[in-house]
Structures are given as structure tokens and as C-alpha cells.
């Protein structure tokens, strides 16, 4: 029985150890600069000690800076570099948070349920008299 032929166009499938057409050897080079600058950051201060889940990086010198849990307020100066961390912007693994979400929507969800009492009322006003 003959065995059906591989479309040509298609590396040849890898099987045991990563030959030449495994993904990760023939897309070696098309990423190189993130490659770079993942490398460049895990040779960041703080980096090689780990951290928490919620740690972010500095925007100045790319060192680790631990997220104070509960209440603890959290640094005023990286404590790598010195850099100032002021604003709301953080720098995670892999994305940055402009803004911190609020405690709470209840604020600014007020207006709409006051809003919804006052036509609840007048509805049962105008029903009811």
C-alpha cells in the first residue's frame, strides 16, 4: 500500500529530537530584537532574586520593583536606581497599566440608580394617583 505525499510545500513533519524544520530552529531568526530584549531585561537589578505575581519593572533602568500587599504604601523612589515612581503608570511582564482601576463602581454608578428611583417613583405617582 502506498502512502499518500506530502503537499512539497510543507517542511517535512519533526519527529524526536528538533531537527532543522521544528518551528522553534526555523523561526529562530524572525524575532530577534524582542529575543534581545527579553535577555537584556532578565539581566535587570532584581530580576535574578524573583519576586511576587504583581511585581513591575522601573521605566528607567528595567529593575524589579515589588507591589506592597495590603495596605503598605508603595515605594516613592525605585529602590535600583532612585528613579522617582510617580503617576499611575506600571510596567508588568508583558504590559503596561496607564491607570489604576477605581476601589469601587458604586460611585460612579449613583447617578444612574438615583436616576432610575426618580422615574421608579413618578411611574408609581402617576399610577397610583
Request: with cysteine.
Amino acid at each position: 500500500m502506498e502512502s499518500p505525499q506530502e503537499d512539497p510545500k510543507q517542511p517535512p513533519k519533526s519527529y524526536g529530537n528538533m531537527g532543522a524544520h521544528h518551528w522553534t530552529r526555523s523561526r529562530a531568526d524572525r524575532n530577534r530584537d524582542a529575543i534581545d530584549y527579553y535577555r537584556r531585561r532578565s539581566r535587570a537589578p532584581g530580576v535574578a532574586e524573583g519576586g511576587g505575581p504583581r511585581n513591575h519593572y522601573c521605566m528607567h533602568c528595567d529593575g524589579v520593583i515589588p507591589l506592597p500587599a495590603g495596605e503598605e504604601e508603595a515605594p516613592a523612589a525605585c529602590p535600583h536606581c532612585g528613579e522617582p515612581l510617580e503617576g499611575v503608570t506600571k510596567r508588568y511582564f508583558n504590559w503596561v497599566e496607564i491607570d489604576e482601576p477605581p476601589r469601587s463602581d458604586l460611585a460612579a454608578l449613583l447617578p444612574y440608580f438615583a436616576g432610575a428611583f426618580l422615574l421608579l417613583g413618578a411611574l408609581l405617582y402617576w399610577i397610583l394617583f
